[in-house]
């Protein structure tokens, strides 16, 4: 499957946004989708993840309240509204998929084996 992130952008302190992630291939509605972000210097880190139908979600304990993440099988579209955004949420966006879905939650990136570009997402203070 191949992903391609966009929607991000320059907005304020607790403004909003929402990511959005086209995904190509037959099988997108068999992949776990996950957001990830990551900040200048600083490590690729886990934001949210959506099971393959769409009943599970999970998210980093730091934007647990803020962010949401849905998809749209039909669409083959995966997305992350983002809301009450901080300075600290600057990042690079990507979206990522795996073949199948996991209890407990794949968190890490190396668990995931398909990569979009990303999106840059910039919070002014």
């Known amino acids: 499957v191949q992903l391609q992130a966009s929607g991000g952008g320059l907005v304020q302190a607790g403004g909003s946004l929402r990511l959005s992630c086209a995904a190509s291939?037959?099988?997108?509605?068999?992949?776990?989708l996950g957001w990830f972000r990551q900040a200048p210097g600083k490590e690729r880190e886990f934001v949210a993840v959506?099971?393959?139908?769409?009943?599970?979600?999970d998210f980093a304990d730091s934007v647990k309240g803020r962010f949401t993440i849905s998809r749209d099988n039909a669409k083959n579209a995966v997305y992350l509204r983002m809301n009450s955004l901080k300075p600290e949420d600057t990042a690079i966006y990507y979206c990522?998929?795996?073949?199948?879905?996991?209890?407990?939650?794949?968190?890490?990136?190396?668990?995931?084996?398909?990569w979009g570009q990303g999106t840059q997402v910039t919070v002014s203070s």
């Open positions: 291939g037959r099988t997108f509605s068999s992949y776990t």
């Open positions: 990522a998929a795996r073949p199948f879905w996991t209890r407990p939650v794949a968190y890490r990136p190396d668990e995931y084996n398909h």
């Open positions: 959506i099971s393959p139908t769409g009943s599970s979600t």
